[in-house]
């Protein structure tokens, strides 16, 4: 899925651009133009849109540059407390 349309699946299950624009406290314009494809869905704002949508759009989907498994490893890569 590419970003913009990975966006604009996040506004239509936010309830719409200006929904999500109020949540994430951004401007409608700023949604849109991550909608259209005209900018990129900066990596913090993948993250929020990625709790919000409870998982159901991908940080990866919204932000595909941004290299998520070196700051994110593997469940099974992750210590756990003695």
Same mark, same amino acid.
């Given at each position: 899925?590419?970003? &913009?349309?990975? !966006?604009?699946?996040?506004?239509? /299950?936010?309830?719409? @651009?200006?929904?999500? +624009?109020? *949540? ?18 900066? &990596?913090?704002? !993948?993250?929020?849109?990625?709790? /919000?949508?409870?998982? @159901?759009?991908?940080? +990866?989907? *919204? ?18 407390? &003695?």
């Amino acid at each position: 899925m590419k970003s &913009a349309e990975a !966006a604009k699946k996040a506004s239509r /299950l936010l309830g719409s @651009q200006a929904e999500m +624009a109020r *949540l994430l406290r951004v401007t409608a314009p700023t949604v849109n133009q991550w909608c259209s494809g005209e900018r990129s869905v900066p &990596a913090k704002r !993948a993250l929020q849109i990625e709790a /919000l949508t409870e998982g @159901q759009i991908k940080k +990866a989907d *919204l932000c595909p540059s941004f290299p998520w498994g070196q700051i994110n490893p593997a469940p099974s890569q992750t210590l756990t407390a &003695a």
